[in-house]
């Protein structure tokens, strides 16, 4: 089989080539063959084009063709397929826009596979849909590591807007190709072409064609195509809000138990945990795993268990006077469902200090990732926190940048922090933790330049030539859309299960109004879960959540086997 001109990323030590680009046996053929129909070919063939949805799967029997990318100059060519080989990557589950066009360069025989057809397919045959999901997560690596995308991104490192996108895109696992106009010597020439101001950055071009000047999350989403058409009318099994750890756990075992289950994220799969750097404690990966890592490989496997999902949504009610319930969006769409699992998460509390949100993006970061790190670069950094997301920003940080600051409120680390993570801080040079203190004061020009805290017992306040300010400090739930409808506590979050019946001075009968008692995840609502941070008393680690997402599942089955 050709080989293709681009570069696998090396995840593990075995032939990636190979894994990308398998050579399936005559006997996997045969099994393959059931589930398509095979179609003669001719030289010359589009079989799929740029933005095609729902593309089927090609398996070549014989003949070759290629896969390659337009763009303004040409095309690119992807890879060349010859017998043995099959056609897609991720999208192929996902149900994302094609990024190539596929042409056949020698005529032959195809095994032409439908998109419900392959799901069929990997959900019966074990060794079949390690093969597939496998290449396919590969091919789409491929082509985020070499920004062969179907966007280019103009933008600066001096612009809040530019991380926010490039952020959303990475997350979102679709590849781009950024161009920073602070140092492209072609910037000017691509700006002219498109007639775009500098002051209109961050500018996305989508498809070669359609321009948006800084453009929101939705925009973005909806010029590339990622999510798909949603049926009003159609009632749903579950539909679960929030794209973290634990909303996808919940869609992972949902979806792989036959039920018909929809995801709502606002941002991009991950949540909170998507911005951590590296998580070392969670129970399967001794060397540690990102955040982005771990939720692209939860959405991938639900997915594959036909789990849809829907990003740069936000839900804005849940209506709840009726059931089946509705989920209303943002754009006003109402979706009908007979249960709801809430993973909507927390988000950092962001500190009531002038100039904050000037700073966002351009020196004020809510996360770690690599998109933050190598702006650190030989900088001295401040990180506020002191829980486990703040430690692991300071240790990641610590690798680039010149000295790092940890401010943290109260007078020790250890009663919110890991052990492995206190003693990697307490060992590391690069780190100070300064404790008793809290941030009084931003300052800067178009950047931040200047930071301020307050040791809380001296008084004594310290101004420090700081560039780069992470704050991990808190978190409120993101549970505002809910107040009319679910019992929650002083804090915002979702009180659920016995709670429910030991909270607000006894007075039980207004916080759970069914005979049977409440499930364990349940809330104030029959049938509506609660799993996650944004749930009251939740245990703040990646794994409880995972279980949390999983066991809301189980008792999904008993509510909707309730009729």
Same mark, same amino acid.
């Given at each position: ?238 539909? !679960? =809000? &929030? +794209? %973290?750890? $634990?909303?996808?756990? #919940? @869609? *992972? /075992? ?128 401040? !990180? =506020? &926190? +002191? %829980?486990? $997301?703040?430690?692991? #920003? @300071? *240790? /990641? ?167």
């Amino acid at each position: 089989m050709s080989q293709s001109p681009l570069p696998i990323p090396n995840t593990s030590a075995l032939d990636q080539q190979t894994q990308a680009f398998p050579h399936l046996t005559p006997a996997q053929i045969d099994r393959i063959r059931p589930y398509g129909k095979a179609r003669a070919v001719t030289a010359g063939e589009i079989l799929f084009n740029v933005s095609d949805q729902h593309m089927p799967m090609f398996v070549l029997l014989s003949g070759k063709m290629e896969v390659v990318q337009p763009t303004s100059s040409g095309e690119r060519k992807l890879v060349v397929h010859e017998p043995g080989g099959f056609t897609g990557e991720i999208n192929m589950i996902s149900g994302r826009r094609s990024l190539a066009r596929g042409r056949v360069i020698e005529a032959g025989e195809f095994i032409e596979v439908g998109q419900e057809n392959l799901r069929s397919l990997i959900a019966k045959d074990a060794e079949l849909s390690e093969i597939f999901m496998r290449a396919y997560i590969l091919r789409r690596l491929m082509l985020i590591t070499s920004g062969f995308g179907d966007v280019v991104l103009l933008g600066s490192m001096h612009c809040g807007g530019t991380l926010r996108l490039r952020e959303f895109l990475s997350r979102n696992g679709h590849p781009y190709t950024y161009v920073d106009l602070e140092t492209d010597s072609h910037a000017q020439e691509i700006l002219d072409r498109f007639n775009v101001c500098v002051k209109e950055i961050p500018v996305l071009i989508c498809r070669g064609t359609k321009v948006l000047r800084n453009p929101t999350p939705l925009e973005v989403a909806d010029c590339l195509g990622l999510n798909n058409p949603v049926d009003e009318s159609q009632v749903r099994d579950v539909i !679960v =809000v &929030g +794209g %973290g750890p $634990s909303g996808l756990a #919940a @869609a *992972v /075992y949902a979806a792989s138990e036959g039920l018909n289950v929809l995801v709502i994220e606002t941002n991009a799969p991950g949540g909170q945990a998507g911005s951590s750097s590296k998580i070392e404690n969670y129970l399967g990966f001794p060397t540690g795993i990102s955040g982005f890592e771990l939720a692209a490989r939860a959405l991938n496997q639900a997915q594959k268990f036909g789990a849809e999902m829907m990003v740069a949504h936000d839900v804005v009610r849940l209506h709840c006077d009726r059931r089946p319930y509705q989920i209303e969006l943002d754009n006003g769409q109402k979706l009908t469902t007979r249960t709801v699992v809430i993973a909507s998460g927390a988000q950092y509390n962001k500190p009531d200090l002038p100039n904050r949100g000037k700073f966002e993006g351009v020196g004020v970061y809510y996360g770690a990732t690599n998109m933050e790190a190598p702006l650190c670069e030989g900088e001295e950094v401040v !990180v =506020v &926190g +002191g %829980g486990n $997301s703040a430690g692991q #920003a @300071a *240790v /990641y940080l610590s690798e680039k940048a010149k000295h790092l600051y940890m401010l943290v409120r109260s007078g020790q680390l250890a009663e919110t922090m890991s052990r492995y993570l206190l003693d990697r801080i307490e060992g590391n040079p690069k780190i100070t933790v300064q404790y008793n203190s809290e941030i009084v004061g931003l300052d800067g020009d178009w950047h931040l330049e200047n930071v301020q805290w307050r040791n809380k017992t001296t008084g004594e306040v310290s101004t420090c030539p700081i560039r780069h300010l992470f704050l991990m400090t808190g978190a409120v739930p993101n549970t505002t859309w809910l107040k009319d409808c679910l019992a929650l506590d002083s804090k915002g979050f979702i009180i659920t299960g016995q709670d429910l019946q030991t909270s607000g001075n006894g007075n039980s009968k207004t916080l759970w109004p069914a005979s049977r008692p409440p499930y364990l995840l349940e809330t104030s609502l029959p049938g509506v879960f609660a799993a996650g941070d944004v749930r009251s008393g939740n245990v703040k680690r990646v794994a409880s959540a995972v279980g949390e997402g999983s066991i809301s599942v189980h008792l999904v089955h008993r509510v909707l086997a309730e009729g």
